[in-house]
């Protein structure tokens, strides 16, 4: 399966000197972070998605990381998204992957491949661990929170994936998730 690696947003919320993907957690970019846990994966080919809110993010995945870069129109995350998966290079089911997830690791993304069984999955982790950590959210559907990943497929019925994995369940979006990631990591 393929991932898309979503780095295009303002990041408006984390408030720092630098596009949020390349926000420093552990002293390295964390896109840099989620690159690494998609290529210890079988994910078998990773591309940026990127926006004009991201320019040195999309100079960094092109010639830093090396990854094919899809840019979008930066009109917001699903709008963004969409124009992703109508890119020719692009064939469903496909993984979609939050830059701000510095925590990631390989068998992470080995556990949500394993939990794919056709159809579009939604992973969550339980709104209680992200306030056990300290980490912010946003989103909450029955005590339950989105990770930032997901499986893109039109073609079956969507499903739900619940899990306690704590590297998933901290999303930088602001300087006290930051700190957080820093801590675990």
């Known amino acids: 399966m393929d991932a898309l690696l979503i780095c295009g947003g303002k990041g408006t919320r984390l408030d720092?000197?630098?596009?949020?993907?390349?926000?420093?957690?552990g002293g390295r970019p964390m896109v840099d972070h989620v690159v690494d846990a998609l290529a210890e994966s079988a994910v078998e080919t990773t591309r940026a998605v990127?926006?004009?809110h991201a320019p040195e993010t999309a100079a960094h995945a092109r010639d830093d990381l090396g990854l094919p870069v899809i840019e979008t129109p930066g009109?917001?995350?699903?709008?963004?998204?969409?124009?992703?998966?109508?890119?020719d290079a692009v064939e469903p089911p496909v993984l979609t992957v939050a830059a701000d997830l510095p925590l990631l690791a390989g068998d992470a993304v080995e556990d949500i491949l394993r939990a794919h069984d056709g159809?579009?999955?939604?992973?969550?982790?339980?709104?209680?661990l992200k306030d056990l950590l300290g980490a912010s959210?946003?989103?909450?559907?029955?005590g339950l929170a989105p990770t930032g990943i997901n499986v893109v497929d039109d073609t079956h019925p969507d499903t739900m994936h619940t899990t306690h994995d704590a590297r998933l369940a901290v999303n930088v979006n602001r300087q006290s998730d930051a700190a957080v990631a820093e801590a675990l990591l």
């Open 16 to 25: 720092a000197a630098v596009e949020k993907p390349l926000y420093a957690v």
């Open 50 to 52: 990127t926006s004009p």
């Open 75 to 87: 009109e917001g995350y699903v709008a963004d998204l969409d124009a992703a998966l109508s890119a």
């Open 119 to 128: 159809g579009s999955l939604t992973v969550c982790v339980p709104a209680a």
């Open 137 to 142: 959210r946003d989103t909450e559907y029955d």
